[in-house]
DNA sequence: CTGAAAGCGCTTACAG
DNA sequence: CTGAAAGCGCTTACAG
């Protein structure tokens, strides 16, 4: 490979000459830059990003860890942020965290020993590790979708709470009085907004919340579907089902269809996140959607600044509105189920 | 952020030895060892990538391209790659291609600039500027999915061509005769391949190659839809259809619907690649599965290989089978409709 | 077993 | 406007 000493004989200048062409500083004599690009032509100079960091101290380059990008919120979060680190000129280092396999603490040390500007995560729950190992970066941490609460770093997320507080609301303005929610973890920003949410709703529509009615889950396919069919299956199941994220939804579906019913004549599913296709599923998923690309490019926009400016952190996060998508997933209840909650 | 510098200050030794120590050469004394772990972690020191680099010729970092990664497929991929990547102490730098906005060509230099030990592409179709510059890089690369004939360099890829010829022999088993496709773009492997099954299957049966039949489009919703409606609305229709990737399979669906035809009773459709929740569709899609694991290990691995021993390339691709997932999107032909190709 | 020193390929004051 | 030289933080022969 050609170095900036090879370019600088062929050239037959010195490599700070070669150094400045190649940076675009203009103190160079126009005959000697034109010298030099053809030197560089020649010999298919191409600059040594390694040498440049150690001298620099920048890498040109961001870390992005997220949970699993499989799931198609977070592939198009980090389709997001590639095409948005790329306008801005920077490389994306990513990690998949597939939940458990590596802690995420030990992803943020691998990518801070490799070597980034700045680091974009949506962390999995709540984690000493993890705080403590982006409490030891140097670099600017900016959280997306979920954060660490405390941690003094910037984030984009959404506004769960109030999201959560329409579905449900839209839910009950369709009749229904026994809305169960299939919640996600608490120690997760958002399994915690979203279940606020929900019981915000309830009790602005003074409809009485029942223990039976909220299934916990981890944000899995798995535990939407079993603690959806062990719900269907009970003495006092509910006419309406508000699942609090995507993948959950999914095993919501598999237990509507396990236990012979049919949404949404016998129950009403509503779907925090929405699907790429949601309308070619059975049936067509009303959702609430999030503005992924604003969220990620914020986050990029957000982590750039901190980048370029090093300056001081925590703004509070940013928060965006998402937005109730309906499709034909939800009907009013049965009429013999109606008000079945208070004859119990 | 501390340097090996302070490390063997604070322990009272050379950088050589703190050298040996991080890299765990056998040659330090015990007492050493120790006295040198401990100023390790007085300090908090972290080997520094960049020079480590700049000295080796090694960044530790596999560069890996792909088109879409909001495509289920390729975001599985990447999920894969990841993993394997990890488990062999490698970072993966990925660069999403939203089909266009950047060349690949471009993607590849960036990557090689920024320093990479080898390269996994699944290239968008034939593009003499990704030739060039696939050509121009010193370090390995491995196609996935796709790959650019005579480049000499590995390949892991389906047999796309005997899959292909499996789907729509199973369609005409069910009894049609009139089996449309939706291709792919001839310029890429996959879309050239999967053509070719189609045709080889509908010869074996001695079913006439009907160029009515034939759509052909770009990996795209909407080319899928367009096509797929064109097709259903004129005075041939086909009583099966199979689309030979999954985006073009989501309009084809939506073709279906737009047409006010339901699949499977007025029309069958087979898709080429699976969706990750294809049983909640409507229908139920019957597809052609990928080994998506296999696939991203095999890259990995290979790539892994030809990084270590800096070996000859181009074995030849690897070929992987494809898996026919029978669900409920394909019926036998409808009655009136049978055989109507003969009579046309 | 350990240390002094060269050098990886750049950038950037500093002279001229 | 241009060049000689130092130095970014490592690794690795080479002496001792």
Same mark, same amino acid.
């Given at each position: 490979?050609?170095?900036?000493?090879?370019?600088?004989?062929? $050239? %037959?200048?010195?490599?700070?000459?070669?150094?400045?062409?190649?940076?675009? +500083?203009?103190?160079?004599?126009?005959?000697?830059?034109? *010298?030099?690009?053809?030197?560089?032509?020649?010999?298919?100079?191409?600059?040594?990003?390694?040498?440049?960091?150690? +001298?620099?101290?920048?890498?040109?380059?961001?870390?992005?860890?997220?949970? #699993?990008?499989?799931?198609? /919120?977070?592939?198009?979060?980090?389709?997001?942020?590639?095409?948005?680190?790329?306008?801005?000129?920077?490389? &994306?280092?990513?990690?998949?965290?597939?939940?458990?396999?590596?802690?995420?603490?030990?992803?943020?040390?691998?990518?801070?020993?490799?070597?980034? #500007?700045?680091?974009?995560?949506?962390?999995?729950?709540?984690?000493?590790?993890? *705080?403590?190992?982006? %409490?030891?970066?140097?670099?600017?941490?900016?959280?997306?979708?979920?954060?660490?609460?405390?941690?003094?770093?910037?984030?984009?997320?959404?506004? !769960?709470?109030?999201?959560? @507080?329409?579905?449900? @609301?839209?839910?009950?303005?369709?009749?229904?009085?026994?809305?169960?929610?299939?919640?996600?973890?608490?120690?997760?920003?958002?399994?915690?907004?979203?279940?606020?949410?929900?019981?915000? $709703?309830?009790?602005?529509? #003074?409809? $009485?919340?029942?223990?039976?009615?909220?299934?916990?889950?981890?944000?899995?396919?798995?535990?939407?579907?079993?603690?959806?069919?062990?719900?269907? &299956?009970?003495?006092?199941?509910?006419?309406?089902? /508000?699942?609090? !994220? !995507?993948?959950?939804?999914? %095993?919501?579906? +598999?237990?509507? *269809?396990?236990? %012979?019913?049919?949404?949404?004549? #016998?129950?009403?599913?509503?779907? /925090?996140?929405? /699907?790429?296709?949601?309308?070619?599923?059975?049936?067509?998923?009303?959702?609430?959607?999030?503005?992924?690309?604003? &969220?990620?490019?914020?986050?990029?926009?957000?982590?750039?600044?901190?980048?370029?400016? *090093?300056?001081?952190?925590?703004?509070?996060?940013?928060?965006?509105?998402?937005?109730?998508?309906?499709?034909?997933?939800?009907?009013?209840?049965?009429?013999?189920?109606?008000?079945?909650?208070?004859?119990?």
């Amino acid at each position: 490979v050609a170095t900036m000493t090879m370019v600088a004989d062929a $050239a %037959g200048v010195s490599i700070a000459t070669v150094s400045a062409v190649v940076n675009g +500083k203009d103190v160079v004599r126009p005959a000697l830059i034109a *010298r030099v690009r053809e030197a560089i032509a020649a010999t298919g100079y191409q600059p040594n990003a390694a040498a440049r960091t150690l +001298k620099l101290g920048r890498t040109g380059v961001v870390g992005v860890i997220v949970p #699993d990008i499989a799931n198609p /919120f977070f592939a198009e979060i980090v389709s997001v942020i590639q095409a948005a680190l790329d306008r801005a000129d920077y490389g &994306m280092m990513l990690c998949v965290n597939a939940e458990g396999s590596e802690s995420q603490a030990r992803q943020v040390e691998l990518l801070a020993r490799r070597g980034i #500007d700045g680091l974009i995560v949506a962390p999995l729950g709540e984690d000493q590790a993890l *705080r403590a190992a982006l %409490g030891a970066l140097s670099q600017p941490v900016v959280f997306i979708d979920r954060l660490l609460e405390d941690s003094g770093a910037d984030a984009v997320v959404l506004d !769960n709470r109030a999201a959560a @507080r329409e579905a449900v @609301r839209y839910l009950a303005g369709l009749g229904h009085r026994r809305i169960a929610i299939l919640s996600g973890p608490l120690d997760v920003t958002t399994g915690r907004d979203r279940l606020a949410g929900y019981q915000d $709703a309830l009790r602005a529509m #003074d409809i $009485a919340v029942d223990e039976r009615l909220l299934c916990m889950g981890n944000f899995t396919e798995n535990d939407g579907r079993a603690a959806t069919l062990a719900m269907l &299956m009970s003495d006092a199941p509910p006419t309406a089902l /508000f699942s609090a !994220n !995507n993948v959950m939804t999914i %095993g919501a579906m +598999k237990a509507i *269809r396990d236990a %012979g019913l049919s949404c949404p004549q #016998d129950i009403s599913l509503l779907s /925090f996140d929405d /699907f790429p296709w949601a309308d070619v599923f059975s049936p067509e998923l009303t959702s609430v959607v999030q503005p992924v690309a604003s &969220m990620g490019e914020q986050a990029c926009s957000l982590l750039i600044d901190r980048i370029g400016a *090093r300056s001081s952190e925590g703004q509070g996060p940013v928060m965006l509105q998402g937005q109730l998508v309906i499709r034909k997933s939800c009907l009013p209840p049965p009429r013999d189920r109606l008000g079945a909650s208070n004859e119990t």
